[in-house]
């Protein structure tokens, strides 16, 4: 009995669905033919007939609210879409406009735009500026003059008050001195003193024995280490450029061929190295040091040069033929024999004097050597004053760097 009512429920359960699932397929067809505006069943919204289509209603209420509210969704998503895009792109011009047209500065990066050859050694060219002193330099934008100025007298006066000017404030001597053209058959040698005085007092018997008047480049350590050698080289009449406290790295050049500047250095590193090595000169000596500087390894860039010249500094390097692929780097610091830099002191000699057999080639050219080297044999000062010699006999005179830059002002 009991299982024959369980049958009998069960197939009235199963009938309701299917009288549902009528239903619902007739709303189907009403609301798909549009013959109402909702099913005339009212059961045909009811959970049996939701359930039998799922995620597909057919209460016409319920269906256009969702659609309508799909609608409004995918609308804003586009709306969003396009604002992004908008403001994208507008950024994107923005940075892409600034990185064009950069805001005038000092830094490193707009010193190079300005000194595109700052990185490297350059010559002074007339009328260079002298340190501390307000220069006028011509402004690239040029007044235009009519083409009947050039026939009028004073046109030279004309066109020079056509260059519009601007003021460059004192200590911004940005480039490095390689060589001072128009001086004649005048010439420096300068000597190093880094960590070793090996040579020092050898060279010092040569120039006083030559009366030749020099200079060098002194770092702190050395003053410290040698203080009886600094107080002969200014006793004899030499003058003494600043070459650091503690002959740093300054660049990554010894470690990529690169001259970024080195993890650490900054402007209150540089600045502790070189008042300091002037504080102990001037205490050692009592008097006061050149204002022009030598970077340990020759290691300098756009941003070390700047720094520098805030406190006054023109940086001093060496003569370089970029052309001939040679320059007046004596390179007596190399002492490894297997090195393809290693030369003797003969080939020295002849390197150095070899800029004398061109036309100005050594005119105004400075000579790189050092006080102390690694080297025990084959030294070069034992041909220093050959090679002194060999300049005056090619009508050279050598002079200190000071001197070059003196002449350099009265020419």
Known sequence: MSDALDIEETQGIANEKVNANNRCVRGKLYFENEKMDKPDDPYFCS????????????CLKKEKFNILQSTRKLVLLADFVIV???????????????????????????????????????????????????????????????????????????MKASASKRVVKKHTRLNSISQVKGVGK??????????????????????????????????????????????????????????????????????????MTRPGI??????????ETASLFKTVTATEMI????????????????????????????????????????????????????????????????FADQKESASGGIVLMHLGTEREEDILHEKLEDIIDSFIAKGYEVVPFSNLIKVKKAG
């Open 47 to 58: 959970s049996p007939c939701l359930e039998w289509y799922k995620g597909n209603p057919l």
């Open 84 to 158: 992004f895009i908008i403001v994208a792109f507008a950024l994107l011009s923005y940075l892409s406009v600034s990185y064009r047209h950069p805001k005038k500065n000092h830094s490193a990066s707009a010193v190079q735009k300005i000194h595109p050859q700052v990185a490297k050694t350059s010559e002074i060219e007339a009328g260079s500026p002298v340190l501390n002193k307000e220069v006028e330099i011509p402004s690239v934008r040029m007044l235009q003059i009519p083409k009947q100025a050039a026939s009028l007298p004073g046109k030279k006066e004309v």
């Open 291 to 354: 204002p022009y500087w030598r970077a340990p390894y020759g290691e300098i860039n756009a941003e070390i040069l700047q720094w520098a010249s805030k406190m006054g500094y023109q940086h001093v390097g060496w003569t370089v033929d970029y052309k001939a692929k040679r320059s007046m780097d004596s390179l007596d610091w190399v002492a490894d024999k297997s090195s393809s830099l290693y030369l003797t002191a003969d080939q020295i000699k002849d390197r150095l004097l070899a």
């Open 266 to 275: 900054g402007f209150e590193v540089l600045k502790k190295e070189l008042e």
């Open 186 to 259: 005048r010439l420096s040698i300068t000597f190093d003193g880094g960590w070793s005085d090996g040579s020092a007092n050898e060279i010092l018997d040569v120039l006083k024995r030559k009366e030749i008047k020099t200079t060098f480049f002194l770092a702190g350590s050395f003053i410290k280490r040698y203080p009886h050698t600094v107080k002969r080289i200014v006793a004899e009449g030499h003058e003494v450029g600043n070459h650091t406290l503690t002959h740093p790295h300054l660049t990554t050049y010894s470690l990529d061929k690169k001259h």
